[in-house]
């Protein structure tokens, strides 16, 4: 479902109204992955999203965030009641994660950043609140907006809300490495780990669960490679970001035609490139 100006919230409001109607401008989150996608037009005027937890309905599994949150405030909210979410925490904001739209590289266990969110409001380049999908699935129908927002640079609309799908907190997690083990081998053996990745010669699992399977799978583990357990990786042990790919010439017309449809005179984050993040 996709409604205009679909909000009473005056914070919001006030966030559409410092967009305005015309004129070039953009959102800064925590400007963590600032230039992804091309340096902004230097005559951007650079906005603020709104900040704040709005709403947070743990049996639901579901929150209602302000897109300048911090994602490392919103995961202290969740953890509180032993839930998280699949946004990347690496110290950006939730509109930043979702316009950058790199999932976690724990998202076997997480879930996907795309699947995350559920509802955006955001305002588009006319100046106007748009609110497109809803907390149930049963709310979504048309077009799925929210995922082509995910990983759209801020340059489709500019976010101010989303609502976010929270899931458990595991009661048991252990990362565990081992040297040149093909990732294929661990997929195969144990039954689902929340990260898999091979960096640098080294092969890097992590374990979550009830603690009874956690030990199980380890045990499985360490049959199939010399495995140990080791704290989990740091900054310079994760994996890259994925590698570019070339993009055909039709997806790339594609997307200069929604582009056009969404922000007909260029307005939203000037100067970033989708296709070249
Ligand atoms: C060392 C390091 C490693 C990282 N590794 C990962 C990783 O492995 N996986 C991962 O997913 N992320 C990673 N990140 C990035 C992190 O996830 C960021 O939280 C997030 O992607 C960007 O958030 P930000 O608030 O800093 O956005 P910014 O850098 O401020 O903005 C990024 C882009 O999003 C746009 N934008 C920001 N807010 C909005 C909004 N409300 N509406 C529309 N557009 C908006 C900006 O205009 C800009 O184009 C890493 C960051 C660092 C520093």
Redesign the pocket.
């Known amino acids: 479902m996709t409604a205009l100006l679909a909000t009473s919230d005056p914070v919001l409001l006030e966030f559409a109204e410092l967009v305005r109607t015309e004129g070039k401008v ?12 091309g340096m ?1 037009d230097a005559e951007a005027r ?1 906005l603020s ?1 709104p900040e704040g937890i709005v709403d947070y309905k743990p049996d639901e599994m579901t929150a209602v965030v302000r ?2 949150t ?2 490392a405030e919103l995961h202290a909210a969740l953890a509180e009641k032993g839930q998280r979410s699949a ?19 724990r998202s076997l266990g997480r879930g996907l ?1 795309r699947t995350c969110l559920l509802q955006i409001r ?1 305002v588009s380049a006319e100046g106007r609140i748009i609110s497109s999908g809803g907390p149930t699935v049963k709310n979504v129908s048309g077009f799925d907006l929210p995922r082509l ?1 995910v990983g ?4 489709l ?4 809300e989303a609502i976010i799908r929270t899931n458990p907190i595991p009661p048991a997690s252990q990362w565990l490495s081992a040297p040149g083990v093909p990732t294929r081998v661990v997929a195969d053996a144990v039954l689902a780990p929340s990260s898999l990745y091979e960096h640098e010669g080294t092969t890097w699992v992590q374990i979550e669960g009830h603690a009874a399977d956690v030990t199980a799978e380890i045990a499985v583990l360490k049959n199939s490679g010399d495995f140990d357990e080791v704290d989990a990786p740091d ?1 310079t042990q ?2 890259a ?1 994925a590698p570019k790919i070339a993009v055909d010439a039709v997806v790339s017309a594609l997307n200069d035609q929604i582009k056009r449809n969404f922000d007909p005179d260029g307005r ?2 000037p100067g ?1 490139d989708v296709l070249a993040a």
């Open positions: 953009a959102v800064e989150g925590n400007r963590t992955r600032w230039d992804v996608g902004l650079v999203a897109a300048g911090t994602v946004l990347p925490e690496r110290g950006g904001t939730v509109g930043g994660a979702l316009a950058v739209g790199e999932s976690d590289f950043i955001y927002m759209s640079l801020g340059t609309g500019l976010m101010a900054e994760r994996p970001p939203l984050n970033r």
